[in-house]
């Protein structure tokens, strides 16, 4: 049986991504350590990253092998950048 696809709302992602672009800016501004702040920053950046994905590149309705296609290279990337940061890193 086929899911019905329901298209999202686009005006409230949208206003989701100007949010979250708004906490990051002002995240940069506080009086918090630079490490807590990049880390904040890549939180938003990455939540960004998933409401454009599933959102408007519609991936909340395709099937699970999309999902594997696009985890399996991130996972390679992982371990190929904790295998390789020795190097990098005492170099």
Do not use: Q, T
């Not at 206003?15 to 979250?20: D, F, H, N, P, Y």
């Not at 002002?26 to 918090?32: K, M």
């Not at 590149?57 to 190929?80: D, G, N, Q, S």
């Amino acid at each position: 049986m086929a899911r019905e696809r329901v298209h999202p709302n686009y005006v409230a992602v949208w206003l989701w991504l100007v949010g979250l672009l708004i906490a990051s800016v002002v995240i940069s501004y506080l009086p918090i350590s630079r490490g807590v702040a990049v880390f904040l920053i890549f939180v938003a950046a990455f939540v960004k990253a998933v409401l454009v994905a599933l959102n408007y590149m519609h991936l909340r309705f395709e099937r699970p092998l999309i999902y594997a296609m696009a985890v399996i290279p991130l996972a390679i990337f992982f371990v190929l950048w904790i295998v390789l940061y020795p190097d990098i890193a005492l170099r």
